[in-house]
């Protein structure tokens, strides 16, 4: 069984127009402003922007950084949904209680793992500060 391809991400699309940005121009400036944030280690390009349309969504904090660079651009508030991207915020009580089906415990767990991995690369980059 293959994988079934991501649907293009539109809304990014459109916001990209909409600012009059190149997917260079974006790349850059979501770069500088992860820099001007302290955010050590990003590298995206413009074939970068083609995967984020292509469906393919960063790791955070870059949807954080793609809202900001863009709402700035369009002069108005805009969110990580409005991109086309999903809110990676875990919430609070995810694994608390154990989920009625197996495929909610496998997601739960696999959203916890995620959050952990994603909090100690945030931790040893804030050491080497």
């Known amino acids: ?6 649907p293009a991400n539109e809304q990014l699309r459109a916001l990209i127009t909409e600012a009059g940005v190149s ?3 974006l790349a850059r400036r979501v770069v500088e402003l992860g820099a001007a944030r302290g955010i050590r280690g990003l590298a995206y390009d413009h074939s970068s922007v083609a995967r984020w349309l292509a469906g393919e969504q960063p ?5 954080e950084l793609i809202v900001d660079v863009l709402a700035g651009l369009v002069q108005r508030a805009v969110s990580t949904a409005d991109v086309g991207m999903a809110d990676s915020t875990v919430a609070a009580d995810v694994g608390l209680t154990l989920a009625a089906t197996w495929a909610r415990c ?11 991995l994603e909090r100690r690369r945030v931790l040893g980059e804030s050491r080497g500060a």
Request: proline content about 12%; aromatic content about 4%; cysteine-free.
């Open 1 to 6: 069984m293959g994988r079934r391809p991501k």
């Open 59 to 63: 790791r955070e904090p870059v949807p």
């Open 23 to 25: 997917h260079k121009g």
């Open 106 to 116: 496998v997601a739960d767990a696999a959203t916890l793992w995620r959050a952990d």
